[in-house]
């Protein structure tokens, strides 16, 4: 893969602090809700919920960030599995340059930290990997940049059972209240508040459905420039998924590396087991300005159906049957 042109040199370290403050007024005019994290509301912003450290990001995403026709972006909603996907692009995309039983950056760095996430205004570097072509973003299709639908770049999108993602978020919200605010964990709702939330379309970059449908519709509209992957999938059918995604990416496994078995080496490297069990993602932290949070916390269980040990059959249910309502007509489903 090509990577971006070097001259195209961090928009992001010249302009946030300035940018920043001029995006303070746009976002100060939004609706808000705190119903999640009481001291962090969410803004409303084109139908989407952001927490405003992101929708900064995105404003100036929106205003800066020009995409390359051959980038790709790896985009999702919140915990449906970009880790994941983002250690297989970046295995995939850079198989050549890097060993991926010795030298792959992967082995030593958090996968977020190799592929540059367009909200942290990280442009053109990512903050620890190589140069590569991959960016990665949790922004909704239709508030994505504009350069990025209008230089025709890539998109591979993955999403999730709804329930799961919930689930996933329910653990994933305390950590990072943990470290960032400690001794404020507890205030971060239940999991029967956080459900009816969810339920009522206030999640980060929520409405779940939304988030899923625009890159659902987009992806049937423009198939050779979006790939979309459901989690369940990519668990059920996983080496059928990682050869498509490596055509998908122009870079697709030789005979040659058929036959040394590429394909399951990936696989196995980017396993729950393979990378939750690395030192870097066990003990590391992943900084941004004066927060972290640890690397563990983006590996939890990694299951497909781990919603019926913190849900009601009930609460499943109702969840099913609004995503069905949501989603109905558009030939996407959840339902087994
Ligand atoms: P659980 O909380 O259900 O375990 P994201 O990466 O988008 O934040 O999504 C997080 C979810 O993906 C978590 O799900 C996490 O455990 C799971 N996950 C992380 N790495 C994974 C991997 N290599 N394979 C499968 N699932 C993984």
Redesign the pocket.
């Known amino acids: 893969m090509e990577s971006s042109p070097l001259s195209k040199t961090t928009i992001a370290s010249k302009t946030t602090m300035e940018s920043l403050e001029k995006y303070k007024d746009e976002i100060s005019g939004l609706p808000r809700d705190n119903g999640w994290i009481p001291w962090q509301p969410l803004c409303l912003y084109k139908g989407f919920w952001l927490y405003p450290y992101f929708l900064q990001g995105s404003l100036q995403a929106r205003d800066h960030f020009e995409a390359q026709p051959s980038d790709v972006f790896i985009c999702?909603s919140?915990?449906?599995?970009?880790?994941?996907l983002k250690?297989l692009c970046f295995s995939i995309a850079t198989r050549a340059q890097f060993d991926i039983d010795s030298t792959t950056p992967l082995r030593t760095t958090l996968p977020h930290e190799c592929i540059p996430f367009l909200e942290y205004c990280e442009y053109y570097t990512a903050p620890q990997g190589p140069k590569t072509s991959l960016f990665a973003s949790h922004l909704p299709y239709t508030c994505l940049p504009k350069s990025i639908i209008d230089s025709g770049c890539k998109i591979v999108y993955i999403c999730r059972d709804p329930k799961?993602t919930f689930?996933?978020l329910w653990?994933?919200l305390p950590k990072i209240v943990a470290t960032m605010a400690p001794g404020q964990e507890d205030l971060v709702v239940s999991i029967e508040e956080g459900f009816e939330l969810f339920c009522k379309g206030l999640f980060s970059y929520g409405p779940y459905w939304d988030h899923v449908l625009g890159y659902w519709k987009a992806s049937l509209e423009r198939p050779d420039k979006i790939l979309f992957f459901k989690?369940e999938d990519l668990?059920k059918k996983t080496e059928a998924c990682v050869r498509k995604l490596a055509d998908f990416l122009e870079c697709p496994f030789s005979i040659d590396e058929e036959k040394e078995g590429a394909v399951q080496k990936i696989i196995k490297f980017?396993?729950?087991e393979s990378?939750?069990n690395l030192e870097v993602n066990k003990t590391g932290k992943h900084v941004r300005g004066d927060d972290f949070v640890e690397n563990n916390i983006?590996?939890?269980?990694?299951?497909v159906g781990?919603w019926r040990n913190y849900l009601s059959a009930e609460m499943g249910e109702r969840l099913d049957n609004i995503m069905e309502e949501k989603l109905s007509g558009s030939g996407l489903t959840f339902k087994n």
């Open positions: 999702s919140m915990k449906t599995g970009s880790t994941w250690s799961d689930v996933s653990h994933f989690y668990k980017c396993s729950f990378l939750s983006f590996f939890r269980k990694g299951k781990d």
